[in-house]
């Protein structure tokens, strides 16, 4: 089976197996059966199957792309910790005006889902507003100068964004997430027909996740960056983190298709 699929995993090979089974592998011998070959097969580790999935997956290479533009942030342009961590707080808030913009393009054509939506995508809208401000407070009061301190009014931040974008040129890297994340959008969401399947709820809850896990795991890695002065290989290593944990949520988020 592995040299019949050389570049499908394990889950994937037993779904092309019940297809090719006359009665598409429904009964329990043919799934007992299959389930046997499938445990026998070798496993690849977690890094060959993200390499495999991101290789499939147009939305994956734009993201990438996009994400290497910090690090010719730091290279060519010498930013520090803070430019970066105002990078990837606005990226937070791009996620969530595309997720407002996917939960209202959930199953159109389901008329009674739009009344769920009337109240479910206002609620997002405000609640996702808070907390992204609030996250956006912390990066400018904990990592930009009293300058900063001083354009950050309460949960107010666009000042200092506005000061941050033209004081480290952030407007290409902001361009750049911006338009990885409505490319994803366009191709994952509508052209691939994620919106056919998606839930109000789960779309409500998804880009919280990425938020804690992600951006938790960037906040304790830009304060180690800060406390040593900004180094470069600190810097070099907090952009690939980031970029390992986008990628792995993004592949989950959007499976590719079997070749």
């Not at 592998?25 to 097969?41: F, K, N, P, S």
């Not at 390499?51 to 993201?63: G, K, N, T």
């Not at 290497?68 to 430019?83: D, I, K, N, T």
């Not at 996620?95 to 995508?121: E, H, Q, T, Y």
């Amino acid at each position: 089976m592995v040299r019949k699929y050389p570049d499908l995993g394990p889950e994937e090979i037993a779904e092309r197996m019940r297809a090719e089974v006359p009665s598409g592998g429904d009964d329990e011998e043919t799934r007992r059966i299959i389930d046997q070959v499938v445990a026998r097969l070798p496993r690849r580790g977690a890094g060959a199957d993200l390499i495999r999935d991101a290789s499939r997956s147009p939305s994956a290479w734009v993201l990438v792309a996009a994400n290497l533009l910090p690090l010719y942030g730091v290279l060519a342009w010498q930013w520090p910790v803070f430019p970066l961590l105002v990078l990837f707080w606005l990226e937070n808030v791009l996620i969530g005006a595309l997720n407002a913009l996917r939960m209202l393009c959930a199953d159109p054509s389901d008329l009674a889902l739009w009344g769920g939506k009337l109240f479910m995508v206002p609620f997002f809208v405000v609640h996702y507003g808070m907390f992204t401000a609030i996250h956006g407070v912390f990066v400018f009061g904990l990592f930009g100068t009293r300058e900063y301190d001083k354009l950050v009014r309460g949960l107010w931040t666009l000042d200092a964004l506005w000061q941050a974008a033209l004081e480290f040129d952030l407007a290409l890297p902001i361009a750049a997430l911006a338009a990885s994340h409505l490319f994803s959008f366009i191709w994952n969401y509508l052209y691939r027909g994620e919106f056919r399947r998606a839930a109000l709820t789960e779309l409500m809850q998804q880009p919280y996740g990425r938020v804690v896990v992600l951006h938790l795991t960037i906040l304790l890695g830009g304060f180690a960056a800060m406390l040593l002065g900004s180094p470069l290989w600190a810097l070099l290593l907090l952009i690939g983190l980031k970029i390992a944990l986008d990628l792995k949520a993004h592949l989950k988020e959007h499976r590719p298709l079997p070749a």
